[in-house]
């Protein structure tokens, strides 16, 4: 007898697919919902608009900041500073991590260290840095780097020391020297999880894009909710936050249709 | 002729190579030192002689140190004591002469077939007309031309080791190493595999050593049939298989292959007898 799953059993299946309109339902639903919660507890009057501003009123300062010119000048400073820290980390962090995960010297090396530090809190060396490098946008930039590259670091570590051992060992019994197996078959096989490591750390080095411009920044979407804060303008400090956090899933789709171009074979 | 390494640690120093070409494994004890500082003896004074262009294979139970063996005959490993020789040069580390097929699949997932096909001769700068043709011979010879731009992970497993055989073989070693290459497979595809093989290797000629656990396959293959002990594996005995050549799978039924299975299964049961006191 042919029995057909019904879709409650699709749903309540562990890993089971669902229907693609189904799941883009399901996400369109929760937004709403959250709209939703969010419009009743403002035009509702049920929260007074100097703690959370309505969904009118965010849309008004995003009008009203886009009108004078000043929006896209702190977007543009603000995709500056994690794109440079980020790139600048992640640059020095892949080679090294691929090494780290690699070689057990350089492993025995970094190892400690690195693990010692990644579990510093960023902000409290806010005042180092700029003590260090002053208050320019290096400074800004440095607060991305520390925030990332040491995650970066053990991630990337870790992606290498999972390629399997074999495949190394067929590449030796194919004539492979030891750098062919480091350039032909390491680094080729790290790819998608070094790919997926820096999408994940891309959506990591936003958060710290606030800790940044938290002092002596003068243009930035962390500045601008700063100086917002002092002025209770907390329609602006929303508009921060959602656009800091729309350019973090905007990386996140270009890292994910980058995995889908350059690593079909891993999907 | 000379051993060009001196002597490894232990009281087997080098003897003289008998002359003529083949794999010669000589007085090879391994021992896998763990973590703890207790250490296994995997393999225990094992001296084998595969004579050049025969198909060798090693049986044994589960866990006496089959694919140890190849590893060290491959170079991936060093034996603790003993030697390892090749036409008289002592083994020392890997390199594109001994080829070898692993129990686990190793395709690079990144390249298609084809590529993975051609890596070895890539890696040994083969010129490009050369990589194109060796690479569809084998291809074909393998019954894998129609899947040439397949990824690795759109074959089912009997199609990756048959691409992993056709990349071992297309570099051309001196040597094929397969570690229960059909392991993983259904019976179906494993029969069809092993079918595929010997045409292959009646084809070519290749010397091969070639580890089993399942003795229809060990005899099926064989020409030669080495007997391993349970861990630490030794060598128990070394069969001859009397069976002519071009073998097919209908042999099976006849009395030269029962008397062989008879004889390794006769050996295997007090092997397992032998571990349980
Ligand atoms: N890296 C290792 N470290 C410690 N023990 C090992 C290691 N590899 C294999 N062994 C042990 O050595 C013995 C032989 O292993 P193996 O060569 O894989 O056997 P087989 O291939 O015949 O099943 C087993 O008892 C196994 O547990
Ligand atoms: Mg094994």
Redesign the interface.
């Known amino acids: 007898m042919a029995r057909k799953t019904s879709l409650l059993d699709q749903c309540l299946t562990p890993k089971a697919e669902i229907p693609t309109a189904l799941k883009f339902t399901v996400s369109a639903v929760t937004w709403v919902a959250v709209i939703g919660v969010w419009s009743i507890l403002t035009y509702g009057g049920f929260m007074q608009d100097i703690f959370l501003p309505s969904p009118t009123q965010v849309t008004d300062a995003f009008f009203r900041l886009l009108d004078d010119g000043t929006l896209g000048q702190h977007i543009w400073a603000s995709v500056q500073v994690v794109v440079t820290g980020f790139v600048i980390s992640s640059i020095v962090a892949v080679p090294l991590g691929l090494l780290m995960g690699t070689f057990k010297v350089v492993q025995a090396a970094l190892e400690p260290l690195v693990n010692f530090i990644r579990y510093l809190p960023v902000t409290s060396f806010v005042p180092l840095f700029i003590l260090w490098i002053g208050i320019g946008i290096e400074q800004r930039i440095m607060v991305i780097i520390f925030g990332t590259f040491f995650q970066q670091l053990v991630m990337i570590a870790d992606v290498s020391r999972s390629v399997?051992k074999?495949?190394l060992?067929?590449?030796?019994?194919?004539?492979?020297?030891r750098r062919?197996a480091l350039l032909?078959?390491l680094t080729?096989?790290a790819?998608p999880g070094i790919i997926d490591t820096l999408r994940v750390t891309m959506g990591w080095a936003w958060t710290y894009l606030v800790v940044a411009e938290l002092v002596a920044a003068s243009s930035g979407l962390g500045y601008i909710s700063m100086k917002a804060m002092r002025g209770f303008q907390v329609d602006v400090i929303f508009l921060a936050i959602a656009i800091i956090g729309l350019l973090g899933l905007l990386t996140d789709l270009v890292f994910r249709l980058f995995r889908m171009r350059l690593?079909a074979?891993?999907? | 002729m000379s051993v060009a390494v001196a002597p490894k640690t232990g009281p087997y120093p080098a003897q003289p190579e008998p002359a003529g070409p083949h794999l010669s494994i000589k007085d090879v004890r391994l021992e896998y030192k763990a973590r703890t500082g207790k250490s296994v003896l995997a393999i225990d004074r094992i001296s084998i002689e595969v004579p050049d262009n025969e198909f060798a294979v090693i049986v044994g139970p589960s866990g006496c140190g089959k694919s140890s063996l190849l590893?060290l005959v491959?170079?991936?490993a060093e034996p603790t004591e003993g030697h390892i020789l090749l036409d008289g040069t002592e083994v020392n580390?890997?390199?594109?002469d001994?080829?070898?097929v692993?129990q686990?699949y190793?395709l690079?997932?990144?390249?298609t077939v084809r590529e993975n096909v051609e890596?070895?001769l890539k890696?040994?700068k083969v010129p490009a007309e050369e990589r194109e043709r060796i690479v569809s011979q084998y291809l074909n010879d393998t019954g894998l031309a129609a899947f040439h731009d397949a990824?690795?992970?759109q074959l089912s497993g009997g199609m990756m080791q048959r691409v992993?055989i056709a990349?071992?073989l297309a570099?051309d070693?001196r040597i094929l190493?397969m570690d229960e290459p059909f392991g993983a497979l259904d019976s179906q595809t494993r029969t069809s595999m092993q079918k595929l093989l010997l045409k292959v290797w009646e084809q070519h000629q290749k010397t091969v050593l070639f580890v089993t656990h399942d003795i229809d396959e060990a005899i099926l293959l064989g020409d030669r049939i080495y007997v391993m002990t349970a861990r630490p594996g030794r060598l128990k005995e070394e069969i001859v298989v009397p069976i002519p050549r071009p073998r097919s799978l209908d042999m099976v039924m006849e009395p030269e292959f029962i008397a062989v299975k008879r004889r390794i299964l006769e050996l295997l049961k007090n092997e397992i007898k032998d571990d349980e006191h």
């Open positions: 399997p074999d495949l060992n067929a590449s030796y019994t194919l004539g492979a020297s062919d032909h078959v080729p096989a790819l690593v074979w891993a999907n | 590893y491959a170079g991936l580390g890997p390199g594109a001994r080829g070898m692993f686990s190793t690079f997932p990144w390249l890596f070895g890696r040994r990824y690795p992970k992993a990349r071992a570099n070693p190493l």
